[in-house]
């Protein structure tokens, strides 16, 4: 049976698992750079494209064996 995460209230948490990919979103005027996550979900594996500024402040941890040049 695989490890469930659940909150104070006994509710199903969804966490990031893993990095999987890496992309540059082009806009007019400005660049940014996007990864794809893949969640531990209830429904089975689920990859969503995210914000990688946001992602790293809220789930550093999925940074840590990143090597500095792929920053």
């Known amino acids: 049976m695989k490890e469930l995460w659940l909150d104070d209230k006994l ?5 990031p ?5 890496r992309e540059v979103k082009q806009l007019k005027q400005s660049r940014i750079p ?3 996550v893949r ?3 209830k429904r ?4 969503t494209w995210e914000r990688k500024d946001q992602i790293r402040a809220k789930y550093p941890y999925l940074f840590s064996n990143i090597t500095p040049a792929s920053n």
């Open 11 to 15: 509710n199903f948490v969804e966490e």
């Open 17 to 21: 698992v893993e990095i999987m990919d």
């Open 34 to 36: 996007i990864v794809k």
């Open 39 to 41: 969640w531990n979900s």
């Open 44 to 47: 089975g594996p689920e990859f």
